[in-house]
Structures are given as C-alpha cells and as structure tokens.
C-alpha cells in the first residue's frame, strides 16, 4: 500500500511546464515581429567631425563609402549605377526610412556626389551625410 501511495504522490507532484513554454514562446514572438533591426552598410569608415552633427530617427538605408570609394549597402559592395536600385528597393520596403552617407574621409566628393543623386532619383529626399561628433 505505501508504494501505490508513493507512487500515486509522486504523479502528482509533477510540474506541468506547457504553460510556461507557451508564454515564452510568445513573448519570443512578440519581440521578434516588434524589433527595430539596426541595418549595417557592412564596413567601417573614417567619418569627417563636425560641431553642428545632429541624431538622426528613422534611418532605414545606409550607404558607406570607404577611402578607394567603393560603395557598400546591406554588407555587399555594389557599382555606382546599381545604388538607384538598391535605394527604391530599400524604400519600397520602409518609405519612411531617410538615406544616411556614411562617407569616409578620403573617398572623392564625386563619388559622394554621385550617391546623393541616386537617391535623390530614387525619390528620397531625405538625405544625410554621417558624420562623427567632435
């Protein structure tokens, strides 16, 4: 009699942990579909100092330009005719989102020149250059 006691003790005193699995897997969910992803040109670049820089909010596209100006967005380096179209493509998604140059120091005013017109054709006028607070 006492093991069928034990035993029939033992059952219920399980913890039953669906409940709790659940909870944190929506939760998982929750924060996952409400992030804010941070998207990365893919490279680090010397950016120019400046007094007046201000914080900029809803910065979805970002374009670098390293010092042998070569162009990156989304970690890949693409031509300098194939920004127009990463730009719509990037803006079709979020058309919110402002266009931020991070421009290096020694990359060619050209090629920054370059940028800024692509997406100013792309239709996005909201445009800065990046720069580091001094």
Do not use: C
């Not at 219920?12 to 996952?32: H, S, Y």
């Not at 680090?44 to 007046?52: F, H, I, K, L, Y």
């Not at 070569?70 to 990037?90: G, P, Q, T, Y």
């Amino acid at each position: 009699m006492r093991r069928n006691n034990r035993a029939a003790a033992e059952d219920e005193a399980q913890i039953d942990l669906t409940p709790m699995l659940d909870v944190v897997f929506i939760m998982l969910i929750f924060f996952i579909v409400t992030a804010s992803f941070i998207k990365e040109a893919g490279i680090e670049v010397n950016r120019p100092e400046a007094s007046t820089s201000e914080p900029k909010d809803n910065v979805n596209i970002l374009v670098a330009i390293n010092a042998t100006n070569e162009i990156w967005m989304d970690k890949r380096r693409i031509d300098v005719r194939a920004v127009r179209a990463n730009i719509e493509r990037l803006h079709a998604e979020n058309p919110k989102g402002a266009v931020v140059i991070q421009a290096d120091n020694q990359s060619n005013t050209e090629t920054v020149a370059a940028v800024l017109d692509a997406a100013r054709e792309a239709g996005v006028y909201d445009v800065s250059l990046s720069t580091e607070d001094k």
